[in-house]
């Protein structure tokens, strides 16, 4: 019975602190992964957050472009796993269909060149967060940036056998 319960605790630790599982909604990832698949979120991978207040109880790294991580979409609080295009302080000035920073391009739609069309100041701890297949992707060109302080975690990403 001990061991039952000891091995539950920590199961449910490392669930809450240290690694857990997403599963990839619709098709804007593609094409590293596909609908469906499920991966590892590393929770810790920024730091220890605290299961009150949503904060950091002890914050070591900071994400960083390139990075696919897995956010809560603030449209409508589902998790979404995208990857991270920028990271503030920037400023993305608009030019024509896109947004433009020292080697990042963001492809804009029509509504998208619209709403950015003064460009966008992300904040220190602001996120830029893009689908990697951008004609099918709900992300920050639609919701805007977001609070790194809101990721749930950075993706593990495992050979393609394993995903599968």
Request: glycine content about 10%.
């Amino acid at each position: 019975m001990l061991a039952v319960l000891t091995a539950a605790v920590i199961a449910l630790v490392v669930k809450a602190f240290v690694l857990d599982a997403a599963v990839v909604d619709g098709r804007s990832m593609l094409p590293l992964l596909r609908p469906g698949s499920v991966v590892l979120v590393l929770r810790c991978a920024y730091g220890i957050r605290s299961p009150a207040s949503g904060g950091y109880l002890l914050r070591w790294a900071s994400p960083g472009r390139g990075d696919v991580v897995v956010a809560v979409d603030p449209m409508n609080g589902r998790t979404v796993v995208k990857r991270t295009a920028a990271v503030g302080p920037l400023r993305l000035e608009a030019k024509g269909s896109e947004l433009h920073a020292a080697g990042i391009e963001i492809p804009l739609d029509e509504e998208g060149a619209r709403r950015w069309q003064s460009g966008l100041s992300l904040r220190d701890g602001q996120l830029f967060l893009l689908g990697d297949n951008p004609p099918e992707s709900m992300d920050s060109r639609s919701y805007g940036p977001v609070d790194a302080g809101t990721l749930r975690g950075k993706v593990l990403l495992l050979p393609e056998w394993i995903r599968r």
